[in-house]
């Protein structure tokens, strides 16, 4: 019998393969996310319009998602590979395809489905188009070439790859349930997380104060407001960060209005656009000293 | 004759406007050959997820040859009093490059001149082609495009090759950023490698041996082939329709069926709930009433097994989801939703979802004298109709569009009357523009009160709509509101609905901008109901809100339009309203101040056609009432003849002014026919 392809392999192997295409290998933020778009490695990266590739696992929260560890398929946190490329390379597809060979998809056994998906995440001012990508019928990766990132028109086109590492390794290893993903060749993803899905579903659904986090979201909303005029802009795009994650636990605790709602990722989205105006006004400013000392 | 092919190259396009954009450019390059008098004998558009193009099939090489006709000079300045050629007309053969012989004389209007005729050889269609064709995907247009290099070309997805072969030559243009080349790319599950073509007739066969079926037609029915053969053996009937199968076919380059089952327990299911998923999971074709589905792939036949795994596990975890949060909310009630409403702001400074359901059934009883409707039933309705937006199911991102329909279910399962199940479920339709409409009374009464109220909600929540801007939809919801009243031949004034709805409210607003809001969609309406502008400006400039009353006085005034009396009555209302202008109310029509002939006529015929005309416009017998209004026609021409309104004599003045007004007035209770636009009016 083959030996099991474990998912410890598979973010190595994944890993490896957009290394060798030039990537520079980072880390997750230290903070919560709802995916690794957040990261400042992408977030503040892509206003730059300079050359940057990248890849790195993102630890990626998801309140809404969670089901106490019922559903096989739906937990409230998950891995990301995320991978930046900027330049978008004219061979991207293919190198996206070749990736998935080099993790054990032969292509010819499996069906990959670039399905159109309009990408945007309200809470950053950023859009793209481009596709969930399906593999025998489950979303496996998010493919996008970013247009738009806090609010401003991109001008070098980045395009961002996410990965979903767990259901990636679900289908390799054939498994029906990711709490049966062989994370090595002892323990399984259930055993790491199992717990945490069950406690975090509580938390999210039932337990969360959200006295507590709307006035948390209301704190860091100013302090990012506050960090913002001194100028900073990377202390004050965590503030930001923060509040999107609040509003993410408010809204899977269902105690927000459909408007309020709306209102809440409207707040989300200024300080994101702040933050991108700031910065870009922070480079250009560099480049004009630069200019002069030259 | 020669062939061409012409293929873009893309990462897969959009698939809603694949088919559009794909004929439009075939359309554009059959276009140009007709204008470029270049003959061909077959053209064959083609569309896959990741290419389009067209091939064309014997070509001329040469665009045909013109005659052209150049005018020259003057004979009598071309010619000498010898008939010999002048210096005049040597300078315009040599500068046209034209001999003696190929000039004649011609008359035109101004006299006789000399006239230059040449055949002009055809432009190679190879040089056409080259500068042509990239001047057509430049100036192509699409609902949504992208840059993906920059300040790069826009367009729906990135193009990553063209292939442009005359015969066998390719066609080097440069578009995009890509140099076009005989090359094309097979379908990725079976290849990367190139496939390269000498000339345009290989392309089908190559392509099909590359894993793609090129031509959408070829495919379509090979789809529904592949799927009939795979249900062959299994029960149940494929609920499938047009639309499912073209979109299928924009989404895959070689299909193959695969049939694939889910856990019986699913079928507990309510049946939209079971279609919502297997439609949002890529087209799944149901087989009811089993428990099997039927799967269009577009990769290798050996791919299948993991196919069928893959959306075994897709749709049984969604479907797992559903009956989670279904069986969840059949425990807990729907008694529980409706409390929970009161904690759900609706919109802000409006009050709860609960408020909203309480104010709708209020706002029943305005609908009191609607006939075949039964109150009770509305007012059940309208109390549960929120409810569903609290429940599990409908708050889950996949099935928001089940509103209505799961709140139908749950009222079943509290033990409801049917009545009361049909119309909670139908009170969203119409949804879109051509949607289906609820087919009961409370259905439509109890959809209308809701959309009533999104309106006035959101006009007092400082939400109304505003050039682009209609964040709470309120265009949709007035449209549909109209239709809906207009559908079912309700005899409502919108105007009043919105009135009695205020007071509910207990809230000030000026109902002078709802109501320009609900002429405006109703104007809308008229239109899309093919009734012109005048007319409808004509009618809804004194209406009462009422847009059956409306469509009726349009329909009449429609009818009339054209005939001459009608013509020349209009003319009339047009001095009538002129000469009203900026005049105060006189006053009634003093009889014994009516001084010629034509005032007094024109009084007592006016006043014998009021009496007529009330029952007829109570009746609605719009078409007699203006046939009664036309009646006064002579009279008025004859008035504004004889009679100088705009007299010295004050008391004289005012007193025909007076009489204008009366019968202006008479005209009102129809419509402000001074509206109507006379061709050649500006003129």
Redesign the interface.
Known sequence: MRKVYTFENLILDLSKFWQKKGCLLYQPYNSEVGAGTFNPATFIRVLDNKPWNVCYVEICKRPRDG?YA?????FQQFYQLQVIMQ??P?EI??FF?ESLESVGFK??????????G?WDAPTLGAW??G?EV?????EICQFT?F?QAGGLDL???PVELSFGLERIAM?LQ?V?SVFDLKWNHTQTWGDVYRQNEIEFSKYNFTAADAKFLVSLFNQFEAEATRLFEQGLVLPGYDCTIKCSHIFNVLEAR?TI?I??R?KMIARVRALANHAAMLYKQKISEQNEMQKGTE | MIDFLLEIGF??F???FLKKSANELSDRIVDLLMKQRIFHRSVRVIYT?RRMGVLILGLTRKQKPQIIEIQGPPKKLAFNENDQPTEMLQGFLKANDLTQAQITIKKIKKGEYVCGKKEVAGVNTEDILYKEVPKILETMEFP?T???????TKF???I?WILALLDRRPLKFKFAGVRADRHSRPN???S?KPIRLEKPREYINFLRHGGVVVDPNERRKLIVKRMKKAIEKTAGKALYTKEMIEEINC?TEYPEAVVVEFDEKYLELPEEVLLTVLKA??DLIWLKPTNKFV?I????K??LQ??K???M???G?KL??AL?YFQNDLKQGMDSMVEQTRR?????GLGSLYDKAARLRDFSDFFEQVPDLDIGTLKRAASLCKADLLSGMI?EKDFTSLQGIMGGYYARARGEDEAVVAAIKEHYLPVFAGDAMPSTREGVVLSICDKIDNIVGAFL?GNRPSGSSD?LAVRRNGYAAVSLIDANSLDISFFDAVKALLKLYNKDIEQGILFEFINERSTRFLLDKKYRYDEINAVLAYWRGDIVDARMRCAALKQMRGKTEFTKLVIGQKRVRNILKGQKKTGDVKVELLEKPAEKTLYQKGYAIAEKLEPMVEQQNYSEALRLLLEMRTDIDKFFDDVMVMCDDIPLRNNRLALVSYINDLFLRYADLSQIVIEGEKN
Not at chain 1, 107 to 116: A, D, I, M, N, Y
Not at chain 1, 134 to 138: I, K, P, S, V
Not at chain 2, 146 to 152: F, H, Q, Y
């Open positions: 089901r019922e559903n096989p398929l739906r330049p978008a004219g597809q293919r395809l292509l010819k056994e499996h069906e990959v489905r670039f399905v159109e309009d793209g188009l596709w399906w593999l025998d019928g489950l070439y247009q001008e070098e086109i289908l054939g029906k269902g209005s408007s309020e709306a | 990462e897969e959009p698939p809603s997820p949504k992208m840059i993906w290099t920059k300040g790069g729906p997805r990135p990553r990725q599950h079976f990367f989404t999971q890529g799967c792939f577009s990769a290798k050996k791919a993991n196919v795994k893959g959306y596990l897709v749709v975890s797992y989801d989670f759900m702001m609706w919109l802000k708050r929540s964040p």
